[in-house]
């Protein structure tokens, strides 16, 4: 029933995986090694099945030139950001708003995948929409946190292949977006992730982890 092997071999991945500031750019991660991430990517869990959530994978030079003018700060000690270095990035958005048609659409997807009738699903698709007219909070945090779900596990995704990566979200999410043409999909960026091979040059690969204890960490009730 449980696989222990793989959970060591998970917890091993983990801990070898970093936040990759500098990438060996003679090196790419090849399309078929890609698509297998997008699909584990594509198989994230999220809330009510929604999916509210797209992936942009920018490999132009130039348009990752313009990102990093967008975001915060550069990484001193490097003459190129890892956003330039990388062999992939991927600028992880949401729905610039969150509309009713939004569940509709879902319904219907729904309905194709398991060979249903719209009006098998009817009671589904009016709890949904009942959610979404008395949810308390911002829809679009929301969204934005259902993002962040994905970025987690495309990041343990990669190091459970030994890719290296980087999460990105402190940046201008407007400039992401002019640069990126997503206003014109009605997209809005919320994070980014590159991902590659480390570089021999990359001091921050052999320095300690530094993570508080599990004790320290979690409650037991």
């Not at 679009?140 to 190091?159: H, K, R």
């Not at 043409?181 to 982890?209: F, I, Q, T």
């Amino acid at each position: 029933m449980f696989s222990l092997p793989a959970l060591f071999n998970h917890l091993d991945a983990m801990q070898w995986r970093y936040a990759t500031k500098s990438y060996d750019t003679t090196k790419k991660i090849d399309k078929e090694i890609l698509y297998a991430l997008l699909e584990i990517l594509r198989l994230t869990p999220t809330t009510m099945g929604l999916q509210l959530w797209r992936f942009v994978v920018v490999t132009d030079p130039e348009l990752r030139k313009q990102l990093v003018t967008h975001c915060s700060r550069l990484h001193v000690g490097h003459k190129e950001h890892h956003i330039e270095s990388a062999s992939h990035l991927l600028v992880f958005c949401r729905p610039s708003k969150f509309e009713p048609a939004l569940i509709d659409q879902h319904i219907e997807h729904v309905a194709y995948v398991r060979n249903q009738s719209i009006s098998d699903l009817h009671a589904y698709s009016q709890n949904l929409h009942h959610w979404a007219e008395t949810f308390t909070d911002s829809l679009e945090t929301w969204m934005d946190n259902q993002t962040f779900i994905a970025l987690g596990s495309f990041i343990a995704a990669c190091a459970a292949a030994r890719i290296d990566s980087c999460p990105i979200e402190n940046f201008s999410k407007a400039g992401f977006d002019e640069v990126l043409n997503l206003g014109e999909k009605h997209l809005h960026s919320v994070a980014a992730c590159s991902l590659g091979v480390r570089s021999p040059l990359d001091k921050y690969a052999n320095e300690k982890k530094v993570r508080y204890p599990v004790d320290d960490l979690v409650i037991y009730k």
